[in-house]
Antibody, heavy 123, light 109 residues
Framework: EVQLVESGGGLVQPGRSLRLSCAAS????????MHWVRQAPGKGLEWVSG????????GYADSVKGRFTISRDNAKNSLYLQMNSLRAEDTALYYC????????????????WGQGTLVTVSS | SYVLTQPPSVSVAPGKTARITCGGN??????VHWYQQKPGQAPVLVIY???DRPSGIPERFSGSNSGNTATLTISRVEAGDEADYYC????????????FGGGTKLTVL
């Protein structure tokens, strides 16, 4: 059974940093690209960042480019999101999602999602 | 950047057919995926590649995609189908490759 378990969320002041983690199990982690998707309270889904199986291809939403860094450790079956210079508008539930291919393309989609970890940016 | 437009809400009586649209420039040339999200839960894939259903998704869920509009159709709607639905595409023309529609709240009357 595929499981994605996010952690690391919490309350943080504007301008500070936070690191999210996603522990994956039930599939061969290093065969697939992975993503972070967020959802602000009462709002829709927003893709945040994605990383290919070998970290060779990485992408970010314009809203987080230059502030967030995605990474993965295939030996630990884990995905990470380093979030710096946090803003109030980064407040959201952050989901980890599995891609269906090793690198995202027009052929892929997200077949499994975690339950999310809540990040609240407030003074 | 590529924009996907969904109606904010759709209402339907039980047993009827619900159609949720997703508009985008020449979206028919892209593969569209649909996710269902019930309150307090993570999104669940219900349609991929415009019209394919993952295992475990009822046949009542179907999809189509042509021109500038993709459509998620739910036949014989049940109370349990009440949820938010999001369309998604891959846009190769921008760095922010993955695009979601704004979501549609399906209400079962």
């Amino acid at each position: 059974e595929v499981q994605l378990v996010e952690s690391g969320g919490g309350l943080v002041q504007p301008g500070r940093s936070l690191r999210l983690s996603c522990a994956a199990s039930g599939f061969t982690f290093d065969d697939y690209a992975m993503h972070w998707v967020r959802q602000a309270p009462g709002k829709g889904l927003e893709w945040v960042s994605g990383i290919s199986w070998n970290s060779g291809s990485i992408g970010y939403a314009d809203s987080v480019k230059g502030r967030f860094t995605i990474s993965r450790d295939n030996a630990k079956n884990s995905l990470y999101l380093q979030m710096n210079s946090l803003r109030a508008e980064d407040t959201a539930l952050y989901y980890c999602a599995k891609d269906t291919y090793s690198s995202s393309s027009g052929l892929s989609y997200f077949d499994y999602w975690g339950q999310g970890t809540l990040v609240t940016v407030s003074s | 950047s590529y924009v996907l437009t969904q109606p904010p809400s759709v209402s339907v009586a039980p047993g009827k057919t619900a159609r949720i649209t997703c508009g985008g420039n020449n979206i028919g040339s892209k593969s569209v995926h649909w996710y269902q999200q019930k309150p307090g839960q993570a999104p669940v894939l219900v349609i991929y590649y415009d019209s394919d259903r993952p295992s475990g998704i009822p046949e009542r869920f179907s999809g189509s995609n042509s021109g500038n509009t993709a459509t998620l159709t739910i036949s014989r709607v049940e109370a349990g189908d009440e949820a938010d639905y999001y369309c998604q595409v891959w846009d190769s023309s921008s760095d922010s490759n993955w695009v979601f529609g704004g979501g549609t709240k399906l209400t079962v009357l």
